[in-house]
């Protein structure tokens, strides 16, 4: 992974989450929903 993720980023994440949405993830081979 090249980018890091900030803070906001996770801040967001965790709204969108709570929110009952899904994000998705990359990881070393593939996208990940959570």
Same mark, same amino acid.
């Given at each position: 992974? /090249?980018?890091? !993720?900030?803070?906001?980023?996770? /801040?967001?994440?965790?709204?969108?989450?709570?929110? *009952?949405?899904? !994000?998705?993830?990359? %990881?070393? %081979? !593939?996208? *990940?929903? *959570?």
């Amino acid at each position: 992974m /090249t980018h890091a !993720v900030s803070q906001a980023d996770i /801040t967001h994440a965790a709204a969108v989450l709570k929110a *009952g949405e899904l !994000v998705a993830f990359p %990881t070393e %081979t !593939v996208y *990940g929903l *959570g």
